[in-house]
């Protein structure tokens, strides 16, 4: 369909993650959060609110878990074990070996985006006439990282209001975005109002936990201005409560 082609697929990606960071002012009371393990991978989830997060972990977290064992799958593949040699060759950083892959596909397998229902195997996307999405890129990715040695998450976020979800990796390099669909490496797109993060490399640190910023909380001025006070108030500090009173008598 006209909507889903790769033009305006890589326009629209490519324009979040160029996109100015949001004005986001920490919100009084935290973000919910929320991890765990699922069917063996560990999860991190955020959002602005408690039912994005809901919705994100009951509704796909079983896909997660899907797309892992599809790249599990993918990196034992003989043709995805030689691509994957082919576009590194020569590389002698993990950086340069990540940077290597994202412009791969993304020059190579990008033209063929096609909104797809469900995930098109590694082996298969890279066939000539073969099309898929972001979820079937994002498999194809982690599966070339891995077959390099480079450890990787998957990172499925709420973009602020749209409807449908993206999903891309993050790479332990120490960690870089690798989002084919958009042509900047390591870039994220913004904002989000929600995310999950969902382990397919074990590894000894988590990815960066990031604030969602897809609703704005602004502190009124006369609070921002006194917060010091008040985050010692807050920590039951007597002395924190004087001052700030003190403060606002000023106004």
């Given at each position: ?12 990606i ?82 340069e ?11 190579n ?57 993206h999903?891309?990796?993050?790479a ?42 897809g ?37």
């Amino acid at each position: 369909m006209a909507e889903w082609s790769w033009a305006r697929s890589k326009e629209f990606i490519t324009k979040l993650q160029e996109a100015p960071e949001p004005p986001v002012v920490v919100p009084i009371v935290p973000y919910p959060e929320e991890e765990g393990i699922h069917e063996g991978s560990r999860y991190y989830s955020t959002a602005t609110s408690q039912g994005i997060i809901d919705t994100l972990l009951t509704n796909y977290l079983s896909f997660l878990n899907e797309s892992k064992q599809a790249i599990l799958l993918g990196r034992e593949n003989k043709e995805v074990k030689d691509l994957a040699l082919s576009i590194t060759g020569g590389k002698p950083t993990t950086y340069e070996r990540a940077k290597a892959i994202h412009e791969w596909v993304y020059k190579n397998i990008g033209p063929k985006y096609d909104k797809t229902e469900y995930i098109i195997p590694p082996w298969d996307l890279i066939k000539p006439t073969v099309k898929g999405d972001c979820k079937s890129f994002t498999i194809l990715v982690a599966s070339l990282l891995g077959i390099v040695d480079i450890p990787c998450w998957l990172k499925l976020v709420k973009i602020s209001s749209v409807p449908d979800l993206h999903i891309y990796d993050q790479a332990n390099l120490t960690w870089a975005i690798v989002d084919a669909v958009g042509s900047l490496f390591n870039r994220e797109v913004k904002p989000v109002s929600g995310y999950v993060l969902y382990e397919i490399d074990r590894t000894t640190i988590w990815p960066p936990r990031v604030l969602p910023s897809g609703s704005e909380v602004y502190i009124p001025d006369i609070i921002a201005r006194n917060w010091p006070y008040i985050a010692l108030a807050s920590a039951g500090a007597s002395l924190g409560i004087f001052f700030y009173l003190s403060s606002l008598k000023k106004e």
